[in-house]
């Protein structure tokens, strides 16, 4: 196992936990400017009072430091395609300890914790294999109270678009103020069940306010952001012009005779980081 490649990854985690990426931090900025509510302001000046400790302090962002979860896109050509998920769970262990991370992972038989953050299937591991010789790997750590409020609908597919909305809606107004707004939605529409909420899933690694390349994807963020935003939850669910930061949506071909649904929630702790291995073991490490 490379140890380099070990470190590297421990370092991706560690930026993910600590410092909240630009595109987050200013979508937070810009929703404290445009707020009119003086709790709601003061709810989003303690957050970015945080975002700034946890960066100077090198400490975790929020005491739940999630799911570790890697979207591993692995070139086929590259020569430590065999060790990756090794160098993963290693990493993870070591963040655990190193950082620290607070160990997430709980036997669901005995319920007792690993003490590490690694288990079966754990860290979650997303695996997309694609010509060339890299290896690219996101890494998403994802709160429980958020992921809490996530939820699958299985629609009729004569709903459409409408029925897509619908049900976003109805799912962030049940959980109000439980996932720590402003929130950051991923949406998954079509293929499978299990398909549409990892592609949910893997919509979030999309910078915020970046819309969708597809014309009608792009317009359906925007209407259930607008949509969402107008409801008044707002930040920490205590009212307010801002009670999610974007929406991301993406889809895939369906069944003639359904029409699945996936709906990711993440909180305000939107945390992400990239690395990147080439073919002799260097890296990239980038938000």
Known sequence: MEENLIKATVEAIQLAVTNLPKDVVNAIKEAYEREESKIAKFNLENILKSIEISKS??????????????F??????NPYLSEIREILVEATKQATQKIPLRPNAVDILTNKNSGD???????ILHWELVDGDKIRIAVLP?????ENCSALAMLNP????????????????????????????????????DLALKLAKKSLLRPLGIRHENEKIAQLEKEILEEINSLGIGP?????????????????????ASQPVGLIVQCWAHRKAFIEIDKEGSTKIWQ
Do not use: W
């Open 57 to 70: 302090e090198k400490i975790p962002i929020c005491q739940d430091t999630g799911t570790i979860t890697f």
């Open 72 to 77: 591993v896109e692995a070139g086929i050509k």
């Open 117 to 123: 953050n690694t288990g079966r299937f754990t860290p």
């Open 142 to 146: 994802k709160g429980g109270g958020s």
């Open 158 to 193: 004569g709903e459409g678009f409408e029925g897509v909305k619908k049900f976003v809606i109805e799912r962030v107004k049940e959980c109000g103020g439980k996932p720590c707004p402003p929130i950051v939605l991923g949406i998954g529409i079509g293929g499978s069940a």
């Open 236 to 256: 920490m669910g205590m009212g307010g012009r801002t009670t999610a930061l974007d929406v991301k949506i993406e889809y895939a071909h369906r069944h003639p």
